[in-house]
């Protein structure tokens, strides 16, 4: 068989078309089902599009630093890279034997020294723009893999790759600035057509909220405690103050007699995850300080506590507690805090109970008991109040984030060193450019060290080095990238994936961004979709590359579950492994199935007999080329005679068509099998028909597709690849009936059903009523007073 070019062609005429998948991490397991999902729908669309005429970038390439790697090195002291690079041969067999219509001359592989020194690239163009700095925080430190976490990555309190506890530890991190782009974030997705729930998540996790910082003065103190809040409507229900436990006033607002209470309190936080301290469902705890703070609009004085549900990285660690907060008011209740009502349901529902404090109105409403705003709307009393603090230099309006900065060091091996040095005298130095990249040293031993520092540490001879400005002696950044380094600008690398002079040509770049259709797992579309659109914003910015925002389609498929409907794993043993499945029941098969098995964006079980049933359509599909005609002399396909079968072949090529545009794959499937069943039923099978449904079936099932082309009975030998042909079109003149059904009725009654030619006439729709014999029985000889027509659906004969 003829094999066709799957390689895109830079600058070509043809509109262009760049189809993307999520690069895959190459583990010792190998692909499994769900890989097999989105690169056969999205290799559909590909090869529906070359045959659309368009110019199609279908790339690949292996996201290859990673944990598992590294772990797999300390265990067998096999080098990361020995493992990846058979992992990625692996890969490649699999992808190849499915017969995915990949762009294989742009394969990329993010521990290439070639591709890191562009991820090394951009990170100095973070760090001179002032978007790359390094601060001692608390971070994620996993005790069992010794390496510290994004907060994305200890997610529950657990470590993402071992399962293990998470703890807190305090470490000089570098940090990438993404809050300076959070706005541009919120107002790219305005751009692009995101799946919503894709677009709900980025939205969720910047998590934008406008509202006013107010300053309270601590009595008896210059202090002053600085709160963010989104309601200062309820500021006249302010019954205490919470501070979190790593707030810098603690130490200094905690007065002698509360000290032992405040430190035992704030030991047992710091013992906690965020997402544990931030339970909704969780005890609301906490500890008074001893010390109160004035409220600035009424002038109360209020008491300061501590409770570890406030953050210290969100607002400025601080928040009025009020009645009007679900959290405030259990832990108001617990501790006997006063507390008071000033904000009352519109509706007047519950009133009672909320004055009586047995229950927390947490909504909008009418304050009262609020001073000269009482009786305002809480949206009206939200704008008089901050006004009224900003003139009496008591607040601020401001919009705060929930997003934070990227942790960006990890301290392990197998990640791409970050390219600056530690000079005495300079200070913090970026490699110089021309010195890029910097390269990964060989090591004896892959474990992070017990301090928490990476590997790379005890290596002397890499770490010291001279400082690029004074020539001084100097130490190497020894933490190393975080995996999303190298998959937050992969796709702009697959464009122009060998070029040593720049991340990639300006005019290619022009050509080929942004991406028209990007498809991924939903686990992916929060952070990877953040961090990527970040990336491309900043190399916007900087004029690196000429779109702002990357991707201009996303959307997202359903994870395929194990036959027993769980999540495939080793532990449960009901993997699905492709190599088995392939072997027994063919490539072809197996991407129908994965189509087939149910909507594309939902999770599905996998069912053995599902894909049987697959193969044998298939077979159906082959048993039906004895039967074919010839194709007739000339370039033309021939003709469809049956009118019937030639209203099913251009309803099928529109299905087809507008399904796989909606992902609706399934149906699309259906649709093959119910055309190929008509054809079944055909004593000869035109040509004409028979090559529409090899070209439909051809991007589902290209290798079938391919060598029944080749078979078919053609005097002259087909010119060119299946593949290569044009997509078919469906002619909407096709699609109406010869004829419709018309239900006749007499005096509203049912009497008859006729079938009528779509091209007649009421005078002719009348005349054939009137001499059906049912008809005639029932107006026995009265003459219709009136006749209703409805069109494509009945008749009425009116008699008296």
Not at 261 to 286: H, N, P
Not at 371 to 382: H, I, N, Q, Y
Request: hydrophobic share 40%.
């Amino acid at each position: 068989m003829r094999m066709q070019s799957n390689a895109a062609r830079d600058g070509d005429a043809r509109p262009k078309q760049y189809l993307l998948v999520e690069f895959p991490y190459p583990s010792g397991e190998g692909l499994h089902v769900g890989h097999l999902r989105s690169y056969t729908a999205m290799d559909i669309l590909a090869r529906k599009r070359r045959m659309e005429g368009k110019n199609v970038l279908y790339p690949i390439g292996w996201d290859a630093f990673g944990l598992p790697a590294e772990n797999y090195a300390i265990k067998t002291g096999q080098h990361p890279r020995v493992t990846t690079e058979q992992n990625c041969a692996n890969f490649r067999r699999q992808l190849q034997a499915m017969g995915f219509s990949f762009d294989w001359s742009r394969e990329v592989n993010t521990t290439d020294p070639a591709y890191y020194r562009w991820t090394q690239w951009i990170f100095l163009q973070l760090l001179r723009q002032g978007l790359a700095y390094k601060a001692k925080m608390p971070i994620n430190w996993c005790p069992k893999c010794k390496i510290g976490l994004a907060n994305e990555e200890a997610t529950g309190g657990v470590c993402e790759r071992c399962g293990g506890p998470v703890e807190k530890r305090d470490r000089e991190q570098w940090m990438l600035k993404i809050t300076a782009y959070a706005e541009q974030l919120l107002a790219g997705l305005d751009t692009v057509d995101y799946i919503e729930r894709a677009k709900a998540q980025q939205r969720n996790w910047i998590g934008r909220s406008e509202g006013v910082d107010i300053d309270f003065s601590v009595q008896g103190s210059d202090a002053v405690i600085t709160v963010f809040t989104t309601r200062c409507d309820t500021l006249y229900s302010c019954a205490f103050l919470a501070l979190a436990p790593e707030h810098p006033l603690v130490t200094r607002l905690t007065t002698e007699a509360q000290r032992d209470a405040v430190a035992a309190y704030v030991d047992r936080a710091r013992a906690k995850t965020e997402i544990e301290r931030t339970k909704l469902d969780q005890e609301q705890d906490g500890v008074f300080t001893g010390s109160s703070a004035v409220n600035p609009i009424s002038g109360e004085v209020v008491p300061v506590w501590i409770s570890d549900f406030v953050l210290g990285h969100y607002g400025h660690g601080a928040v009025f507690g009020d009645i009007h907060d679900a959290r405030d008011f259990v832990l108001g209740k617990r501790y006997g805090i006063p507390m008071r009502v000033t904000v009352l349901p519109p509706s007047g529902d519950d009133v009672d109970a909320i004055r009586a404090q047995a229950v927390c109105y947490p909504d909008d409403g009418v304050l009262i008991d609020s001073g000269p705003f009482t009786g305002m709307t809480s949206s009206e009393a939200r704008e008089r109040i901050a006004q009224w603090l900003e003139e009496h230099g008591a607040g601020r309006r401001r919009v705060q984030y929930k997003l934070r900065d990227w942790v960006f060091s990890r301290q392990r091996y197998w990640g791409e060193p970050i390219p600056v040095v530690f000079c005495a005298a300079c200070g913090t130095v970026p490699v110089p450019e021309d010195q890029l990249p910097v390269l990964l040293p060989e090591v004896e031993r892959y474990q992070p060290t017990d301090t928490g520092e990476s590997p790379l540490a005890n290596i002397t001879e890499w770490v010291n080095t001279k400082c690029p400005q004074c020539h001084g002696p100097a130490q190497r950044e020894t933490d190393v990238m975080p995996n999303w380094a190298g998959s937050s600008w992969y796709f702009l690398r697959y464009i122009d994936p060998k070029n040593d002079r720049a991340l990639a040509d300006p005019t290619q770049l022009q050509y080929w961004m942004p991406i028209d259709w990007y498809n991924g797992g939903m686990e992916h579309t929060t952070l990877h979709l953040l961090y990527s659109r970040f990336w491309n914003l900043f190399l916007h910015d900087i004029g690196v590359v000429p779109v702002a925002e990357p991707y201009q389609k996303r959307t997202s498929h359903g994870m395929i579950l194990g036959p027993d409907g769980e999540k495939m794993s080793k532990s449960r043993g009901n993997v699905i492994n492709p190599d088995t499945i392939v072997a027994e029941y063919g490539a072809d098969a197996v991407r129908v199935y994965e189509m087939f098995i149910g909507p594309f964006d939902q999770m599905v079980p996998w069912s053995t007999d599902g894909l049987v049933g697959c193969r044998r359509f298939l077979e159906r599909v082959a048993a039906l080329l004895s039967r074919v005609d010839p194709k007739p002399a000339g370039d033309s396909c021939g003709t469809i005679a049956d009118r019937d079968l030639l209203r099913m072949m251009h309803r099928t090529i529109q299905r087809v068509t507008e399904d796989i545009e909606d992902m609706h794959f399934n149906t699309v499937v259906s649709a093959l099998m119910e055309y190929t069943n008509a054809l079944v039923k055909q004593e000869r099978i035109p040509f004409l028909a028979y090559t529409t449904l090899l070209t439909l079936l051809a991007p589902f099932a290209p290798h079938l597709a391919e060598e029944l082309h080749e078979q078919l009975p053609d005097p002259e030998a087909p010119a060119h690849l299946l593949a290569d042909h044009p997509w078919p079109v469906f002619d909407p003149a096709q699609l109406a009936a010869d004829t419709w059904e018309m239900v006749v009725q007499v005096n509203g009654k049912v009497r008859a059903t006729l079938s009528m030619p779509t091209n007649a006439t009421l005078a002719e729709m009348q005349e054939q009523a009137l001499r059906d014999a049912t008809v005639q029985k029932h107006l026995a000889g009265r003459a219709p007073t009136r006749v209703v027509v409805v069109p494509g659906k009945l008749m009425n004969i009116v008699v008296d």
